[in-house]
Structure formats: structure tokens, C-alpha cells
């Protein structure tokens, strides 16, 4: 297992990094030592941030908690990762009759419901080369919370989001 910190307006101290990696490891199980995980620590104002991210084989699981103290948001954290996963392996087990039954949880108490939404909308649209200017004022004024187009600049298919701090992400496609 890889693990990569990131630290922003945060000092991460050496006691945090030994217990969220001890914890961590115990989600090994579900991946094998392939996986790969930031773990993110934010200050914002006095809220502090944690935002851990596992890529594993082409699947990402990602969690972000916010609280007071970074040491109670691990334990925020972890179960939230843990539901993903054990859902996921569900949709795998159900499709493949193979799964992860008798692992024991490490975070959670009981398997979570794996029940996915049907697609009840289907959109198609032709991309249009525009600038991400311009896409940014296609999300102000159509009130949407992301925008995709081919990006001017790039020739690339992008994807341009607006944050929950107001700011804008933006998500380069490659094929």
C-alpha cells in the first residue's frame, strides 16, 4: 500500500500519520497491497479537513469529512470508505455470485443495501469547442452544477464543476 499526505494550511504530525495508516491497512483486504491512497488534511478558518482517496485497479473510493479535530474525522472517514467499497463488492458479487461475505466489516456494523437509482433521463448533445470562460458562464447561467465540453484550448473533453466553497473544479478527460 502506497501512502501519499497532503498537507494545506495543516501540519500533519507523525502520531497521525502511524494511526491513519495502521487503520488503513486494515482495508488491505479488500485490495491486496496494490492500493494506492492520499490522505488530504485541510485548515480551513478553525474547521479542519480530511479528504482520504483509494485508487485501486482503475476504481477510485473517496471520502471527505470535516470537524473540529482531524483524529475524530478518521473515525468519521473510514466507515463512509468502507460503505463504498462493501457496496461495490456487492454489485460484483451479485453480478459474479462471488464476494466478500465472510471478511468481517472493520468500520461498519452490517452490510450496507446496494440499491442504484434506474436512469430515468438521457441527454445527447454535440460538443462545441469553447473556452473554460465560457463554460463557466454556462453553469452561472444555466444554475447547473457542472458543465461538459470540449475544451478550445486542448481538444479535450472537459468537465467543469462548481465546489461547495464556490470555487470551480475542472476534470480533463483523456482516452
Known sequence: MKIKFVEKNYKIAERFKKVITAKLEKLEKYFGQDMSVTVSCVKQNKREKLEITILNKGLM???EVSGDNMYNNIDLALPKLEKQIVRHNGKIRDSKKKGIENLGFEFIDDMPEVKLPAIY???????????????????????????????????????????????????????
Open 61 to 63: 473510493f473517496r471520502s
Open 121 to 175: 433521463k438521457k441527454k445527447v448533445f454535440d460538443l462545441e469547442p469553447i473556452m473554460i470562460d465560457d463554460a463557466k458562464d454556462a453553469i452561472e447561467r444555466l444554475g447547473h452544477t457542472f458543465y461538459v465540453f470540449l475544451n478550445a484550448e486542448t481538444g479535450k473533453v472537459n468537465v467543469l464543476y462548481k465546489r461547495d466553497d464556490e470555487k470551480y473544479g475542472l476534470i480533463e478527460v483523456n482516452f
